[in-house]
């Protein structure tokens, strides 16, 4: 059974930092390409961040560039996304996922929720 499951969230201050932790499971995980994306209140999933399947090239969401940085072990069917210097704005639900091979959503997880105080 295909299992993403998001780690790490919570509640900091602003300019605080967390970094979340998403554990895969069920697929070849070392194939897909992996990503972050994000759920404020009220509003529609939003692209966060992406990393190859190898790890060698990322992208992130304007937002979130210089703040925020994504990676992955392989060997631990694990990917990760460091925030620093968060923002109330960045308060939202984090979602891991597997791509698909168009680019689109193959697998993702129950989200992990992020609170940014002022």
């Known amino acids: 059974q295909v299992q993403l499951v998001e780690s790490g969230g919570g509640l900091v201050q602003a300019g605080g930092s967390l970094r979340l932790s998403c554990a895969a499971s069920g697929f070849t995980f070392s194939s897909y390409n992996m990503g972050w994306s994000r759920r404020a209140p009220g509003k529609e999933r939003e692209f966060v961040a992406t990393i190859n399947w190898g790890g060698g090239s990322t992208y992130y969401a304007d937002s979130v560039k210089g703040r925020f940085t994504i990676s992955r072990d392989n060997a631990k069917n694990t990917v990760y996304l460091q925030m620093n210097s968060l923002k109330p704005e960045d308060t939202a639900i984090y979602y891991c996922?597997?791509?698909?091979?168009?680019?689109?959503?193959?697998?993702w997880g129950q989200g992990t929720q992020v609170t940014v105080s002022s």
């Open positions: 996922d597997a791509k698909d091979r168009a680019g689109g959503y193959a697998y």
